[in-house]
């Protein structure tokens, strides 16, 4: 967040919380693949070691390893599909200015809007993975939208500043966020 002057609050788009995710699921996917990989030595081991008796009755052995391997495999895939999601919100993350806020109206996503062109702005739940998102709805009923995690703003120091620089005709409704 810059303050170019007092007449404008400048947010540049900021890649680090989408950047943090990736990482997180990075994390999680070598976790993942290591207990994996111990389950199998593990069940492995148990085969080996109690092959007689556990071939006296396959069906449940078979059954047992299949549950264990199945819920260690779903967890892989899940935490992949994840990570998955989390690349692609952090190669969609802008560049350049993502807010600018001014007595003249509010720029989101390069689109201008002035105040008297501003039908509301606020909070949505957005998508997964990227969470909340920065919504301007403007009276002809386009919209555009910046996922909140990419600016590095509070919600609540935005939420005053847009009082103040239109003059308390507008807010950011910050319902979504409430739990």
């Known amino acids: ?18 950047q943090d995710r990736v990482q997180r699921w990075q994390r999680m996917v070598r976790s993942r693949l290591i207990s994996l990989g111990l389950s199998v ?7 080996v070691w109690q092959r007689d008796r556990l071939m006296a009755n396959p069906g449940p052995t078979f ?35 993502a807010l600018r806020v001014n007595r003249r ?4 996503a390069g ?3 002035g105040w008297h062109q501003l039908a509301s702005l606020g909070t949505t739940k957005g ?24 600016l590095a703003i509070r919600p609540a120091t935005l939420d005053g500043t847009v009082r103040a620089y239109s003059g308390g005709r507008f807010g ?7 739990i």
């Open 111 to 113: 689109q201008q809007v």
């Open 1 to 18: 967040m810059s303050q170019q002057d007092s007449e404008e609050l400048v947010v540049p788009y900021d890649a680090q919380a989408a």
């Open 127 to 150: 998508s997964w993975p990227v969470g909340p998102e920065l919504r301007v709805r403007r009276n002809d009923g386009a919209e555009v939208a910046v996922p909140l995690e990419q």
């Open 172 to 178: 950011v409704d910050l319902e979504a966020l409430d």
């Open 41 to 47: 030595v593990l069940l492995i081991v148990i085969f």
């Open 105 to 108: 109206g509010v720029e989101i």
């Open 63 to 97: 059954a047992v390893y299949g549950v264990v391997l199945l819920i260690g495999i779903g967890w892989l895939v899940g935490t992949l599909i994840a990570l998955r999601a989390a690349r692609r919100a952090a190669a969609g993350v802008g560049s350049g200015v």
